[in-house]
C-alpha cells in the first residue's frame, strides 16, 4: 500500500525539516511525502528541494507560482498523488497542529472507512490547553455551525488531518471545489457525504504552533461562513431539477 501524505507549505521553513524527520521516523511501510509550496519568501521550497534530495523518491516538491490558497495547493497535490500511483492520500498542516504519531492509528482505521479524520472533537480529542476561553468557542462554534447547516455526520468538519482511499478521492469531484481557505476541508467533507462514503474518527489533540506564524485571517473566517451555503443551496438546486 503505498501512502503519499500532502504538505501545503506557505513560510514553514523552520517546521518542515522537523515535521519531515517525524514523519520518516513513523513505524509506516511504503510511506512518502508530497510538499506543495506556494512560493514562500523565507526559503521553505528551496528547503523542500534540499530534502527532497536526502530522501530520493520519497519525498517530491511541487513549486507553485504564488500563494493561491490551500484549496487549490490540495487541488495540485491530489492530482499528483494520484498520477504516482498513491492508494491512500493524506492531508495535514505543516505547523505541528496535526500530531505525526497518529497517523499509524489513523492508517489502521482505514480498513473500517473510506477518509479518516484526525478529530479535534470525538471523544478523546480536544484542542490546546492554552487557548483562550474565546478561541476555543469560536473554533467550537465554526464547527458546530458547518456541521449543522451541511449535516454531516462527522464531529470534526472543518479540521484538516486526514486519509483518504484512492477510491475515495476518486469518487468525489474535488477538481470543482470551489473554496479557497479552510471551508475546503468542509467542502470536501460534504462531497463525501454526497457520495455515500464511509467516515472514521480518531481523537487528537489539536496544538497550537510553536514556530512560525499563522495562516488564519478574517477573510478566510468570512469564507467560511458564507461558503457553507452556497453549498446547501447548490445541492438543494441539484435535487430540485
Same mark, same amino acid.
Given at each position: 500500500m503505498k501512502i503519499i501524505q500532502i504538505i501545503p507549505t506557505y513560510n514553514e521553513v523552520e517546521n518542515l525539516p522537523i515535521l519531515v524527520s517525524a514523519l520518516f521516523s513513523l513505524p509506516v511501510d511504503n510511506f512518502n511525502i508530497l510538499i506543495v509550496d506556494d512560493n514562500s519568501p523565507d526559503g521553505t521550497g528551496k528547503l523542500a528541494d534540499r530534502l527532497a534530495q536526502e530522501h530520493h523518491r520519497k519525498l517530491r516538491v511541487i513549486h507553485r507560482h504564488g500563494k493561491e490558497g490551500l484549496g487549490k495547493a490540495y487541488i495540485d497535490g491530489f492530482r499528483c498523488a494520484l498520477d504516482q500511483g498513491a492508494d491512500v492520500i493524506g492531508m495535514m498542516d505543516a505547523d505541528f497542529s496535526h500530531p505525526p504519531d497518529r497517523l499509524p492509528i489513523m492508517i489502521e482505521k482505514l480498513d473500517q472507512a473510506d477518509v479518516v479524520i484526525g478529530s479535534r472533537y470525538t471523544p478523546g480529542g480536544s484542542v490546546d490547553k492554552d487557548w483562550a476561553f474565546?478561541?476555543? &468557542?469560536?473554533?467550537?462554534?465554526?464547527?458546530?455551525?458547518?456541521?449543522?447547516?451541511?449535516?454531516?455526520?462527522?464531529?470534526?468538519?472543518?479540521?484538516?488531518?486526514? !486519509?483518504?482511499?484512492?477510491?475515495?478521492?476518486? &469518487?468525489?469531484?474535488?477538481?470543482?471545489?470551489?473554496?479557497?481557505?479552510?471551508?475546503?476541508?468542509?467542502? !470536501?467533507?460534504? !462531497? &463525501?457525504?454526497? &457520495?455515500? !462514503?464511509?467516515?472514521k474518527e480518531v481523537p487528537i489533540y489539536f496544538a497550537e504552533r510553536t514556530r512560525g506564524t499563522s495562516k488564519m485571517s478574517i477573510t478566510i473566517q468570512l469564507e467560511a461562513a458564507y461558503r457553507v451555503w452556497q453549498l446547501r443551496n447548490k445541492n438543494n438546486h441539484i435535487k430540485s431539477r
Amino acid at each position: 500500500m503505498k501512502i503519499i501524505q500532502i504538505i501545503p507549505t506557505y513560510n514553514e521553513v523552520e517546521n518542515l525539516p522537523i515535521l519531515v524527520s517525524a514523519l520518516f521516523s513513523l513505524p509506516v511501510d511504503n510511506f512518502n511525502i508530497l510538499i506543495v509550496d506556494d512560493n514562500s519568501p523565507d526559503g521553505t521550497g528551496k528547503l523542500a528541494d534540499r530534502l527532497a534530495q536526502e530522501h530520493h523518491r520519497k519525498l517530491r516538491v511541487i513549486h507553485r507560482h504564488g500563494k493561491e490558497g490551500l484549496g487549490k495547493a490540495y487541488i495540485d497535490g491530489f492530482r499528483c498523488a494520484l498520477d504516482q500511483g498513491a492508494d491512500v492520500i493524506g492531508m495535514m498542516d505543516a505547523d505541528f497542529s496535526h500530531p505525526p504519531d497518529r497517523l499509524p492509528i489513523m492508517i489502521e482505521k482505514l480498513d473500517q472507512a473510506d477518509v479518516v479524520i484526525g478529530s479535534r472533537y470525538t471523544p478523546g480529542g480536544s484542542v490546546d490547553k492554552d487557548w483562550a476561553f474565546y478561541r476555543k &468557542a469560536l473554533s467550537w462554534f465554526g464547527n458546530l455551525y458547518a456541521r449543522t447547516i451541511l449535516n454531516l455526520p462527522i464531529k470534526d468538519v472543518t479540521g484538516g488531518f486526514r !486519509l483518504w482511499r484512492r477510491s475515495a478521492l476518486e &469518487a468525489i469531484p474535488f477538481e470543482n471545489t470551489c473554496s479557497s481557505g479552510y471551508v475546503f476541508q468542509v467542502e !470536501l467533507n460534504y !462531497l &463525501a457525504k454526497l &457520495a455515500g !462514503l464511509r467516515f472514521k474518527e480518531v481523537p487528537i489533540y489539536f496544538a497550537e504552533r510553536t514556530r512560525g506564524t499563522s495562516k488564519m485571517s478574517i477573510t478566510i473566517q468570512l469564507e467560511a461562513a458564507y461558503r457553507v451555503w452556497q453549498l446547501r443551496n447548490k445541492n438543494n438546486h441539484i435535487k430540485s431539477r
